[in-house]
Nanobody, 122 residues
Framework: QVQLVESGGGLVQAGGSLRLSCAAS????????MGWFRQAPGLEREFVAA????????YYADSVKGRFTISRDNAKNTVYLQMNSLRPEDTAVYYC???????????????WGRGTQVTVSS
């Protein structure tokens, strides 16, 4: 099975930056898409960003376009989320996810990390 471990969350001021990391291990997919979701208290889990194994395709939620950048290093089995110009509404638990394709991933996933808290103060 796939195991996903997030790191890099914390407390930042509005307008600041933060970089999340997700380390993957195990064997479920030979070439898997990976991405990020987030969930704030009282709200549904929402898609944030996704990237294909080959890095040829990326997808972003409208709310983060131009501010967040997803990337991956397959040699290290790690996916990153660079978050710039952070806003208080970005506050949420961020979850790493993996699926067989980016089209499947943007709709949800059966493989999740435990999550990392991101808090943006105003």
């Amino acid at each position: 099975q796939v195991q996903l471990v997030e790191s890099g969350g914390g407390l930042v001021q509005a307008g600041g930056s933060l970089r999340l990391s997700c380390a993957a291990s195990g064997r479920i997919f030979n070439r898997y898409a990976m991405g990020w979701f987030r969930q704030a208290p009282g709200l549904e889990r929402e898609f944030v960003a996704a990237i294909s194994w080959s890095e040829s395709s990326t997808y972003y939620a409208d709310s983060v376009k131009g501010r967040f950048t997803i990337s991956r290093d397959n040699a290290k089995n790690t996916v990153y989320l660079q978050m710039n110009s952070l806003r208080p509404e970005d506050t949420a638990v961020y979850y790493c996810a993996a699926e067989a394709s980016v089209l499947r991933l943007v709709r949800g996933s059966n493989y999740w990390g435990r999550g990392t808290q991101v808090t943006v103060s105003s």
